[in-house]
């Protein structure tokens, strides 16, 4: 029996990269957090401290900076796949890289009715993200392309039960068959493997998904969160055929009826205390019955540990 | 020479109370944080532990709840200002009562263009807020109102400079006559004595106001940020001849350029780094000459310690 | 009547600087978190963006790191004098300077029962804090110190009771004689004019009155919090003579008793639900009846707005 | 080609539950957050929204705080253990669980140089961890136990290098014989089967393997942050038999060197600029040879998504 190396992987995380179109005096901002993570062969560095396969972190962070002004930043997935293409091409040593991007929204500030040409201003909760990995060098290699949102706060006021549950001797949650549901919900997609390369509109796809899921969310008569979000899944798999599974993780953020009555107040669902924690927190996959296996595509630094 | 109690203040704070409106299928959503805090003569509590004048903090979030259903929330300046009244009006020993509400905003989430009746996604970051102080009982009886937002986040990408400042041994800054400007603002505004009763539409005001702090910061040709937050805050004086004073905070978000030179690359504005700390803070108040004095206007828990 | 700029302030907030002293193989760390803020005659710079007054927060942050090496880091009070002082003296238009200070508290790493020379490991949650402001150049100047702590969480199982409130139609909490107390401490405390100048050890004040804070609040039977924070800031006044006033701000961390009845179970204080919000905040301040006005002493950037 | 329900898992997360044990005067506190999650045949609830094999994440809440009575909270493994298997053995439709527990510590106020009984002060910044997953009923059941810590920040102010590394075109930082390496360790670590029922002391464990992971990162010059994660996971698995596998999560807290050459003033590593972000981020597991696959044991919620 011998202590070995297991896995590992090192980048820079949370670079924040803002770049300004300014082609003209019309601006238009990409506002970004990037993080790096590459694998490749860097046993060295752990088990004898020998770092010469080790491009920095700080290499890292300086390619997401300058790769924003020599490719642009046009839709995220192609800016993160420059990236992750850069590191496992043009490094030796990396194997793998994974690149993943948040983009925060901004809105363009109106006065009088007209936008302005360089004032913004943050646009809702809801964070834009893809992750895209790269493994193998030349022919060889091969590229997945997760795109998902996170932060995504949506309540719908009625049209929410939940019954008919199983009951054990700890159960004490009454049945309803109308209750608020709200969620801060986070979806990832992964793309197939052909649709990467073909040519898709990432930001008209990544638009008409969350539109989806919204009016699925508000649509779906909802038995519970679970059916909510298989069928919040389902429409996005109907509605995009190179997408090839989407993952949702959904808090259920409960909200309780108010107790009125010491008061002698009804309260037909009307008032409610909006609790923190503990909060339910449901996750489910969507798939296709043809879909190839993953690989890598998600395998998060979150996933490592 | 004697050790004695110094001032002091007791309440509940944060208490998240969600308020539907389903007069019909068509829902609406006040979704709110209120803090309430009581003075009054509660010497006794402290120096004796004599609970007797103290009004339990768990009876004030009951009133929040209950009050959300008794009076409705028709505006949050509305509702705080009964909870206030309530506090001073009728519960005995209290001689003064601030009540502080933040309001998150929602957007009915639209399917096929269509608003949807009872689902609704989170807007924006930023939060409406109110702070209503009553101070006496029956004739004698004050009411200050403060609203204003927190959270506002703007950027504007050019029309912005620092330049001709005092320097000292220590500075080491370069002149620019163009930088990104960015904040994250806060604003409260004090409604004059007069106008705090006089039937004003909240809800039009803060919208106005929001507006015009908007608009401002776009319009004006920065030339530091304590400018901009004067002519932001004339403009709100000007428009507004019920508001008395507004103070505005803004932490100076920096994005520094990206040094791209090591590369051979120019950056003329375009690539930027956000930084988190340490951000310069801005803070000024604009008011009138003929102002009375604020009172208890701006006494925030915040403001005790 | 005219709109006209009030009141105003300005620096940079959160400079995170770290002090090594490594005089001798022996390291010592003092990590600080500082903030700037200066008032003087800075109205152009608002009314009309003449900058010309301006010494700019970058140069106040240059200013911090150049003196943690200059006038080094033997405790926060003094490091944030000398810069106070600084400010009001050397820069032209500064009338007045607050420093806050911020410091983490890390503990030695012992191996094999020996310190370590120069390995680190953060220490408890709370926070040394001190404020010191400056106001007026040479002999008329003068200085205030308040020094504090933050985030001192703790808890007693038992020997607290809160019973024989007033109670109105909005009161539904029961009386009882034995609940769990917990809370975050913020505690700050005034520092008479004649001792800020007379070279107490800010370092074992500090540690006094943290020991003297622990003590109060574990060994006084609390009938309320109220009357624990009068018993805990007395204590303090009475064992430093130098200090006149002291301010403690207690949210009430609820923790609520877990109710096991549907499952057969007795919870004689045992088992408890700790919640996060709504709290209950009580706030007070103990000074003297001798005590000189505060002056500028409390006027912190949060307490502007 | 059909559209499938992929994975699944549900529960209830951040059950904040607080455990006195007061058997005697001198109480005992155990401060937990306790997440649960649930796997097994649930496909109805999402694809029809028949809930009938969905046990409520509100009685799964109550259980949490039931057994916290019934089986008290000895060690965290064992009351997470006790848990998992009830979900799987007594709850049908379950076939596999996963209890998470993050335990807060706390040191106990002293007076005088005495415990106190009852009183307690928050300790540390650094959480302890378990993640147990059982699978299976009866006979067939496996129980794997991960635990760990989170948030042990430490630093050492020398000791520390980076240089001969990999360079690109995109590198611009300088080789460094002496810099400040600080970070925010997360480690968990799986337990083998044989040793998960054998006994040992839980507690003691812990106490042990933090130790370790604070000398070896004292006692090891580092030439880079991945060399000093191989050297502390090495060292717990040869403390540590029953221990198959340690995975190290390492934010590169990185401090800056003030450049204060601007003002005259030499920087021999003594002040420092300590930066939020963007931070290095270093991953590795060390594990052995002969160590069985680790079946569901780091299948987080987390890692789901």
């Not at 896995?7 to 949370?14: I, P």
């Not at 962070?61 to 293409?85: D, H, M, P, S, W």
């Not at 690149?99 to 040409?117: L, N």
């Not at 997408?243 to 259920?252: D, G, K």
């Amino acid at each position: 029996m011998a202590i070995v190396l297991g896995g590992y992987q090192y980048g820079k995380a949370e670079t924040r990269v803002v770049r300004i179109c300014r082609d003209s005096d019309w601006h238009e901002i990409r506002d970004l957090s990037v993080s790096t993570s590459l694998r490749g062969d860097f046993t060295d560095a752990h088990t004898s401290g020998n770092q010469a396969h080790v491009l920095p972190t700080d290499s890292q962070k300086n390619t997401c900076f300058a790769y924003a002004k020599q490719k642009g930043v046009g839709e995220i997935e192609e800016y993160a796949t420059e990236l992750a293409r850069h590191f496992v091409d043009d490094v030796e040593f990396v194997h793998g890289a994974r690149v993943d991007v948040d983009e925060y929204r901004w809105d363009r500030v109106t006065a009088g009715g007209t936008g302005q040409a360089h004032t913004f201003v943050r646009a809702g909760q809801d964070v834009r993200t893809t992750a895209v990995t790269a493994e193998g060098k030349g022919r060889d290699q091969r590229i997945w392309v997760v795109s998902g949102l996170t932060d995504l706060v949506v309540l719908k006021s009625t049209g929410s039960e939940f019954s008919g549950f199983l009951k054990d001797r700890y159960t004490t949650l009454p049945e309803t068959t109308d209750r608020i549901m709200a969620t801060s919900l986070t979806a990832r997609w992964l793309y197939g493997p052909g649709h990467a390369a073909a040519g898709i509109s990432w930001g008209d796809a990544h638009t008409q998904i969350r539109q989806i899921l919204l009016e699925r969310f508000a649509e779906v008569h909802s038995r519970a969160l679970q059916q909510t979000l298989w069928e919040m899944g389902k429409a996005v798999l109907q509605a995009r055929s190179e997408v090839t599974e989407i993952r949702l993780s959904a808090p259920n953020k409960h909200h309780f009826l108010a107790d009125l009555a010491p008061f002698g107040l009804a309260n037909p669902g009307e008032v409610f205390y909006a609790a923190d924690r503990p909060y339910g927190l449901i996750q489910c996959a969507v798939t296709r019955d043809d879909a190839p296996p993953p690989g890598p595509a998600w395998q998060s630094a979150q996933a490592f540990i």
